[in-house]
């Protein structure tokens, strides 16, 4: 398999926005993309870092309040027509958290400013002062999509958008309509941390298939068994997710509930 | 009117430190685990002005120590020290936090006058907890230690951390001294111009240096320019002798540094403290580079506290570290080395810890990784650990706790070969069983736990036998 050619992935701003382990997602590619024979290139583009000519595929990460104004600027204005160009070009893309708040037309803060994304997404949102946090599981075209959201802009589509999938459990986009992402063409973008790839390699594999078919229409990725990943879905799938103790363990269980009320590591 | 303990009658605060200490006791009785809050809530019920009172009847006041890694250690080098010294401590020992925690350590050994010296308070404070404790307590000294990424699910952003942080320092007054780890670009900013005084310490070391800030850190950039800082040495995390190429600032000169680390084993070190008086070389049964910044923020607070540096220093010779910090226990033969990890930037030093006496990781280890609140609900942290470094090594790697796939999935992706994964499930007394069963006899090996699974774990331990009881250091 060796000698299968090469995938290259594209990180926009490293440093700036990748604050809830979103460089899972740059490792699950990489490593799936190994998997198969295929050379990963990750290339890190900071902000003041000229955009690569040829990208496979595109990443973009989330990052504090502070961070992501700082990048929004760049992206608008230096990166933002080169990274459209990557796009139409073929290139897939996965935005999370601000990253994917930063492609939508605007984000409008508490204040009513309006700040410009970048619009490859037809969303926008807006600020709120409560934050959705929590486990979050989507029903989508890749089948059940689990993650960790923790975000306090609500996102809204505009119509006739299509969602990365449907709320399961969790609360998604903004809490009210039920859905979480968005797909557009090649380019998805999500609240999803998790890391999101490591957890569902479904929509790593599409990623990588979509990123790579721009230059090799016809290619494969063989299988995998993917048996770890589907093991990190199991917290789901029970009323009290991950919070399971044998009969016997339930006192020692309380005493640490009790325990932790008063005690911050 | 003056009551038994020398301070005038106050009928509600004695009814609440007396009805906290019934709870205190009865939940010790009926065994429910010490280090509760419970004490804490009922004495604030009773006297909503508890805290004040109590912390105002301290003679030489009270110390908090907050930050992301290293106050409950920090605090308990503080402690020893100032208890070496003849003071009598009041010390959150059990890690109690919180606002209900401080509270209910203060009601269990509220002072009274004209015994066991005088009294001060060494709490050990959370960083949600920091701004309410500031604003009530009035504090002589704050330790600030450091601020890393932690349980953004609950804090959501260092920023806001910092931000709630400063309008409660900004009420402080001169009476107050702020001994603040210079090394972290965030903490100087956060007390540059403040009224209270300001005595910094950090690192001044050539051996154990990073060759670049590592992924899991803070990227902090200068408040003037907002470009990343570049450093002369980094030593953890974002921690280092930082300057900013663009304007210029820099780390401010250090009043308290530590010197020529030594780091020898997983139980020992020694280093040499400068400044403020002190040239005095330490030796502490404390691994690691983040220990030896818990040292020397400790001896900074003591220095400012008036204790001698020989007391200090014998004080610190017989430190034994707090529990699952880095413990060692003898469990069916096995030599089990406890260290917590409870995020990124905690966790890459522990292993560089291993991997600096342990060459090439050739033990084996159990990795602990639960989710519950005190852990951070959020398991994404552990994708900006350095668990690459594993893959190379040929030893078994053992997974369990609440998300024991999750750590398992993890291993897989950093390149870990699947035939050493192995996954022990979430029940952790069992799974310590499974990994003591697969270590050789007189073998040894590591145990990685987040905190809610290394308070299992050593509950688990101490129930036969193999460990102190629990909390009852």
Known sequence: MAGRGHVTIGWLYPAALSTYGDRGNVLALAQRARWRGLEPRVVKIDQYDPMPETLDIMFIGGGQDKAQAQVAHTLTDTHGPALRDRIDGGAALLAICGGYQLLCHEYVTLGGESIPGLGIFDAVTRASRVRLVGDLSVRTRWGEVVGFENHSGRTYLGAGVEPMGWVATGQGNNGEDETEGVVCGRAVGSYLHGALLPRNPELTDWLLLEGLRRRQPTIELEPLTNDWERATHEPFHHVHPARRQSPHRSQAAQRRAAAQTSTRP | ?473
């Not at chain 2, 105002?56 to 006041?61: D, F, I, M, Y």
């Not at chain 2, 610190?316 to 033969?333: D, I, K, N």
Request: net charge negative; aromatic share 6%.
């Open chain 2, 1 to 473: 009117m003056v009551s038994r303990n020398g301070y005038p009658i106050d009928a509600r605060l004695g009814l609440a430190v007396a009805g906290a200490r019934c709870v205190s006791g009865l939940s010790r009785v009926l065994g429910v685990g010490g280090g509760t809050a419970a004490p804490g809530h009922l004495a604030s019920r009773v006297d909503p002005q508890a805290l004040e009172k109590l912390a105002g009847r301290l003679e030489q006041g009270a110390v908090l120590v907050a930050g992301t890694n290293g106050k409950t250690t920090t605090a308990r080098i503080l402690a020893d020290i100032l208890a070496a010294d003849g003071r009598h401590v009041v010390h959150n020992r059990a890690g109690a936090n919180l606002v209900e925690g401080i509270l209910a350590t203060l009601t269990a050994d509220a002072p009274t006058r004209g015994r066991l010296g005088p009294s001060i308070a060494v709490l050990e404070t959370d960083e949600g907890a920091l701004p309410e404790v500031l604003t009530r307590v009035s504090p002589t000294l704050v330790v600030l230690t450091n601020l890393f990424r932690d349980q953004l699910d609950r804090f959501s952003e260092v920023d806001m951390i910092l931000a709630a942080w400063r309008r409660a320092l900004e009420n402080l007054s001169t009476e107050t001294t702020l001994v603040v780890n210079a090394d972290d670009p965030s903490l100087v900013a956060l007390t540059d111009g403040l009224e209270a005084r300001r005595v910094l310490f950090g690192i001044e070391e050539s051996l154990y240096q990073l060759d670049e800030v590592p992924h899991a850190a803070e990227v902090i950039s200068c408040l003037r320019c907002a470009r990343p800082f570049s450093y002369r040495s980094i030593y953890l995390g974002h921690l280092g002798d930082w300057r900013c190429e663009h304007c210029g600032t820099s780390r401010p000169p250090l009043d308290v540094a530590g010197r020529d680390v030594e780091l020898w084993s997983y139980d020992f070190q020694s280093l040499k403290v400068t400044g403020a008086g002190t040239d005095t070389r330490f030796e502490v049964g404390l691994p690691g580079l983040y220990n030896s910044y818990n040292v020397v923020a400790a001896i900074a607070a003591g220095r400012t506290l008036g204790v001698p540096g020989a007391v200090a220093k014998t004080s610190l010779s017989h430190y034994r570290g707090a529990f699952g910090r880095a413990e060692r226990v003898v469990y069916r033969g096995r030599s089990l080395m406890i260290m917590l990890v409870k995020n990124p930037v905690g966790c890459n030093e522990v292993l560089r810890t291993i991997s600096g006496v342990d060459r090439a990781f050739a033990s084996p280890m159990l990795l602990c990784l639960n989710d519950q609140a005190s852990d951070g609900r959020d398991v994404s942290w552990i994708w900006d650990v350095d668990y690459e470094q594993l893959a190379s090594s040929p030893t078994d790697l053992y997974c369990a706790g609440t998300r024991w796939a999750d750590m398992c999935n993890r291993l897989y992706y950093a390149g870990v070969q699947p035939e050493r994964i192995h996954p022990l499930g979430a029940d952790l007394g069992l799974a310590v069983d499974s990994f003591a069963a697969a270590l050789p006899e007189k073998g040894s090996g590591f145990i990685l736990p987040t905190y809610s699974a290394m308070l299992a774990i050593r509950h688990d331990l101490s129930r036969r036998d193999h460990l102190a009881a629990f909390w009852s250091e």
